[in-house]
């Protein structure tokens, strides 16, 4: 697609090294920034050539002039587990700074739809890059809605927090339950250390069974005597 002086198509293997400059550019714009991203990755050239080589990615450029100053990464997603249909995801859709509000956004994202419909998918889902107000009215006003929202955090994070307040495959039981069976093997001069498989079930039965006994016991001692049986003295 060209509007203008802006033109957007597929890119072949032989525009890799000119979509690398605004590759970095768009690492450097991420909000995510040094949560996920280095400074500077020597591997970066390899790494996009190892993910144009993938069947279902689809890397499309905009051109201003002869020169890269847009793209878009987009992958083709089947349906699988979670989703029925089949989707285009766009992994990027970045503009270079000095080329924005001339068209080039609306011309990647078109040739990326017409890969989308080209390839039967039904949806196309993104990500605002920069999170930047701007993105996100342009997507709202091409119809792109919420779906969702992600969250980040460092898995040594999620370890300590998980640690400190138990393993998830801890068995847990009631507070009130963990009491009453600390008094009932005080009561018995028991270790207090809570009884575990047949010895807790037990345990349990027990208490139940003289609770039980104690109730049939004060109801016994409790009760009139029954008017039919009384004699009476004239």
């Given at each position: 697609?060209?509007?203008?002086?802006?033109?957007?198509?597929?890119?072949?293997?032989?525009?890799?090294?000119?979509?690398?400059?605004?590759?970095?550019?768009?690492?450097?714009?991420?909000?995510?920034?040094?949560?996920?991203?280095?400074?500077?990755?020597?591997?970066?050239?390899?790494?996009?050539?190892?993910?144009?080589e993938m069947p279902e990615s689809r890397l499309v450029i905009a051109e201003c002039d002869?020169?890269?100053?847009?793209?878009?990464?987009?992958?083709?997603?089947?349906?699988?587990?979670?989703?029925?249909?089949?989707?285009?995801?766009?992994?990027?859709?970045?503009?270079?700074?000095?080329?924005?509000?001339?068209?080039?956004?609306?011309?990647?994202?078109?040739?990326?739809?017409?890969?989308?419909?080209?390839?039967?998918?039904?949806?196309?889902?993104?990500?605002?890059?920069?999170?930047?107000?701007?993105?996100?009215?342009?997507?709202?006003?091409?119809?792109?809605?919420?779906?969702?929202?992600?969250?980040?955090?460092?898995?040594?994070?999620?370890?300590?927090?998980?640690?400190?307040?138990?393993?998830?495959?801890?068995?847990?039981?009631?507070?009130?339950?963990?009491?009453?069976?600390?008094?009932?093997?005080?009561?018995?001069?028991?270790?207090?250390?809570?009884?575990?498989?047949?010895?807790?079930?037990?345990?349990?039965?027990?208490?139940?069974?003289?609770?039980?006994?104690?109730?049939?016991?004060?109801?016994?001692?409790?009760?009139?005597?029954?008017?039919?049986?009384?004699?009476?003295?004239?």
């Amino acid at each position: 697609m060209s509007i203008g002086a802006v033109r957007a198509r597929l890119a072949d293997a032989g525009d890799l090294d000119s979509v690398l400059p605004v590759l970095c550019s768009a690492r450097a714009d991420s909000p995510l920034g040094p949560q996920f991203i280095a400074p500077e990755v020597a591997a970066l050239d390899s790494q996009l050539a190892a993910w144009f080589e993938m069947p279902e990615s689809r890397l499309v450029i905009a051109e201003c002039d002869g020169a890269t100053v847009g793209m878009a990464l987009v992958q083709l997603v089947q349906p699988g587990l979670l989703c029925d249909v089949p989707y285009a995801q766009i992994e990027a859709l970045y503009v270079d700074a000095e080329h924005r509000r001339r068209g080039v956004g609306r011309a990647l994202l078109y040739q990326s739809a017409v890969e989308a419909a080209r390839h039967g998918a039904e949806r196309m889902i993104t990500a605002p890059l920069t999170g930047a107000r701007s993105e996100q009215r342009f997507l709202a006003g091409l119809g792109f809605l919420p779906a969702g929202a992600r969250r980040v955090v460092e898995t040594a994070s999620v370890l300590r927090r998980l640690e400190l307040s138990g393993t998830p495959s801890r068995e847990r039981r009631p507070r009130g339950l963990e009491e009453l069976i600390a008094r009932r093997r005080r009561s018995r001069g028991l270790p207090e250390t809570p009884a575990r498989g047949m010895e807790l079930t037990a345990l349990l039965e027990r208490s139940q069974a003289e609770s039980r006994s104690r109730q049939v016991k004060r109801a016994v001692q409790t009760r009139r005597p029954d008017s039919s049986s009384t004699t009476a003295i004239s």
